[in-house]
């Protein structure tokens, strides 16, 4: 992941943000998820699946 806003821990596992990846595509993440983290994403859907 290359630019993400700062992590946030409101305890609302609810809540996303946007965050833009190295191929340039821009997705919604949990807002724990942090710039440098590698994320798994549904390429098809550009939904994010889950945190390696």
């Known amino acids: 992941m290359v630019d993400t806003a700062p992590p946030s821990r409101t305890g ?9 990846l190295e191929t340039g595509l821009q997705i919604m993440v949990p807002l724990f ?4 983290d590698i994320i798994r994403i549904d390429t098809a859907g550009k939904k994010y699946l889950g945190k390696e």
């Open 12 to 20: 609302l596992s609810t809540s996303w943000k946007e965050a833009k």
């Open 33 to 36: 998820i942090i710039n440098g």
